[in-house]
C-alpha cells in the first residue's frame, strides 16, 4: 500500500490500526474512501478520535499536495478541531533585536539553536563536537540530521574560534562549555542555557515555542511537517498546527531564520 516515506513513524499511534486494516484489504490508499474513514472513527470518542481525525486529514491532504492522490477522503469528515491553549508567537520587533543584546557567541549561539531549530535547553547541553558538520552543512540533533541555515553555521564557526582559544587543551567532547566544565568531560547544565537568554524577557521555551508557532503557520498547518523537521511527537505536532487550519503545499526549502536579526 503507498504511504508517505516515514509516515507510519511520523504519525504514530492514531493512524496505526486505520493504516492497518486498509493495507489488509487494499493495495493502494487511492482506495480508501470517506466511509472507509468513518468507520474508522465511529468506535473512537473523545480526545482519541480528534487525534485520530487530525491525523487522517493531515495524511491525506498531504498526499494530494504530492500528487499522490486526486481526492482528499477526509475533507467531508465532521468534528470540532483540537483547541488547546493558543500557542502565541513571539512579537516580531522583539524577536529582530534577540542576537544584538547578546555579545558573547555562545549566547548568541544558544538562541539560535532555540529559536531557528526548536531545541530545547536538554537537546542543546547534549550537542557535542561531533554533532556539527559545517562542511556538509548539517546539525545532529535528537537523532535527527537538520541542515543548517547561513545564520547559524556563521554563529556556529565563530563559537567554535572563540571555544578553541578559551580552553586549546580541552578534551570536553561537549559543543558548549564554560568555566564550569571546560576542565572536564560533562556537558553544561540547563542553567547555563537558560542564562543565556535572561534578560532578553522571554525564556529558552518562548523561543522554541515561536519557531514551531511559524513553521506551522509556513507549512499551512501540517503536523507531518513538523514532525519530520523537528521530531516532535504527534500530540505536540497536532497542538502547533490544530489553530492554523488544514495542511497545505509543503515546502522543502530549508529552514530560514527570517526574524532574528543578523
Known amino acids: 500500500m503507498t504511504?508517505?516515506?516515514?509516515?507510519?513513524a511520523a504519525l504514530g499511534q492514531p493512524l496505526?490500526?486505520?493504516l492497518a486494516s486498509w493495507a489488509a484489504g487494499y493495495e493502494s490508499l487511492r482506495q480508501v474512501t470517506t466511509d472507509d474513514l468513518a468507520a474508522q472513527l465511529a468506535p473512537l470518542t473523545g480526545v482519541t478520535r480528534l487525534l485520530t481525525l487530525s491525523a487522517m486529514?493531515?495524511?491525506?491532504?498531504?498526499?494530494?499536495?504530492?500528487?499522490m492522490l486526486f481526492t482528499k477522503p477526509a475533507a467531508r469528515l465532521t468534528g470540532r478541531r483540537i483547541q488547546p491553549p493558543p500557542v502565541l508567537p513571539l512579537d516580531d520587533g522583539l524577536r529582530a533585536g534577540l542576537l544584538g543584546q547578546r555579545h558573547d557567541p555562545a549566547e548568541r549561539l544558544i538562541v539560535l539553536l532555540a529559536?531557528?531549530?526548536?531545541?530545547?535547553p536538554a537537546d542543546i547541553c547534549a550537542l557535542t563536537l561531533d554533532d556539527v558538520n559545517l562542511a556538509a552543512g548539517t546539525l545532529l540533533a535528537g537523532g535527527r540530521v537538520r541542515p543548517l541555515d547561513r545564520l547559524t553555521a556563521g554563529h556556529l564557526r565563530t563559537w567554535l574560534q572563540a571555544r578553541h582559544a578559551r580552553w586549546p587543551a580541552t578534551a570536553n567532547p561537549h559543543l558548549l562549555i564554560n568555566r564550569s566544565t571546560g576542565g572536564g568531560l560533562q556537558p553544561v547544565n540547563r542553567g547555563y542555557i537558560h542564562a543565556a537568554v535572561h534578560g532578553l524577557g522571554i525564556?529558552?521555551?518562548?523561543?522554541?515555542?515561536?519557531?514551531?508557532h511559524d513553521e506551522a503557520?509556513?507549512?499551512?498547518?501540517?503536523?507531518?511537517?513538523?514532525?519530520h523537521l523537528f521530531g516532535l511527537s504527534d500530540p505536540t505536532a497536532i497542538r502547533y498546527c490544530a489553530e492554523i487550519g488544514p495542511p497545505g503545499q509543503n515546502r522543502d526549502d530549508?529552514?530560514?531564520p527570517r526574524t532574528l536579526g543578523r
Open 3 to 8: 504511504q508517505t516515506p516515514g509516515s507510519r
Open 16 to 18: 496505526l490500526a486505520p
Open 57 to 67: 486529514r493531515s495524511l491525506f491532504s498531504t498526499l494530494k499536495a504530492r500528487r
Open 115 to 120: 529559536g531557528v531549530h526548536a531545541l530545547r
Open 203 to 212: 525564556t529558552a521555551q518562548n523561543l522554541r515555542a515561536g519557531r514551531l
Open 217 to 227: 503557520q509556513t507549512s499551512g498547518g501540517d503536523p507531518l511537517r513538523l514532525a
Open 254 to 256: 530549508e529552514m530560514a
